[in-house]
T-cell receptor
Framework: EDQVTQSPEALRLQEGESSSLNCSYT??????LFWYRQDPGKGPEFLFT???AGEEKEKERLKATLTKKESFLHITAPKPEDSATYLC????????????FGSGTQLTVLP | DVKVTQSSRYLVKRTGEKVFLECVQD?????MFWYRQDPGLGLRLIYF???????EKGDIPEGYSVSREKKERFSLILESASTNQTSMYLC???????????FGPGTRLTVT
């Protein structure tokens, strides 16, 4: 069974304190791994797609990386506006158009 | 930019009522999805559709039905709302070329 596990469940950082969020996955084959940001009461906002091990994507203070078993979302010098829940999802090979989501990491950046 | 809109941000209904949630996307995407999101349970897929008039059951279809009469519109129907259907409902669309899904703002449904 395909599984996605995110850690930690919650993370509190001081403004400027860099850190990483983890997404571990178990799938029979990977078509793609996705990162989303979700603000309270809103729908998830697409951030990145990663397709193969070794791939990296960057956007402002966020950088996503992928290995064969996990992905990391690195946050460099975060600001309070980076506070949100970050969701990871995988699209397994052979799965017709269905994503498996992790339960998310709730990030709080304190000023 | 992909835009996915949902008919209501907040909805309050009574037990037994029929509820319609509508979703519209403006990017000519083939695939559309309905999820519900609950604390501690994450996002769960209710139904999805590959094309007009086509539908597939997701992980939790019981108590729900869907309709896709036009490519841009995907409706979720609660035939007889129950209190355990109180949740955040999220619609998403996905294009043919990639697998990333784009989400609407969500509908917070409360059934009393």
């Amino acid at each position: 069974e395909d599984q996605v596990t995110q850690s930690p469940e919650a993370l509190r950082l001081q403004e400027g304190e860099s850190s990483s969020l983890n997404c571990s996955y178990t799938v029979s084959g990977l078509r793609g791994l996705f990162w989303y940001r979700q603000d309270p009461g809103k729908g998830p906002e697409f951030l990145f797609t990663l397709y193969s091990a070794g791939e990296e994507k960057e956007k402002e203070r966020l950088k996503a990386t992928l290995t064969k078993k996990e992905s990391f979302l690195h946050i460099t010098a975060p600001k309070p506006e980076d506070s949100a829940t970050y969701l990871c999802a995988v699209h397994p090979s052979g799965s017709a158009r269905q994503l498996t989501f992790g339960s998310g990491t709730q990030l709080t950046v304190l000023p | 930019d992909v835009k996915v809109t949902q008919s209501s941000r907040y909805l309050v209904k009574r037990t037994g009522e029929k509820v319609f949630l509508e979703c519209v996307q403006d990017m000519d995407h083939e695939n559309m999805f309905w999820y519900r999101q609950d604390p501690g349970l994450g996002l769960r897929l209710i139904y999805f559709s590959y094309d007009v008039k086509m539908k597939e059951k997701g992980d939790i279809p019981e108590g729900y039905s869907v309709s896709r009469e036009k490519k841009e519109r995907f409706s979720l129907i609660l035939e007889s709302a129950s209190t355990n259907q109180t949740s955040m409902y999220l619609c998403a669309s996905e294009g043919k070329g990639g697998y990333e899904q784009y989400f609407g703002p969500g509908t917070r449904l409360t059934v009393t």
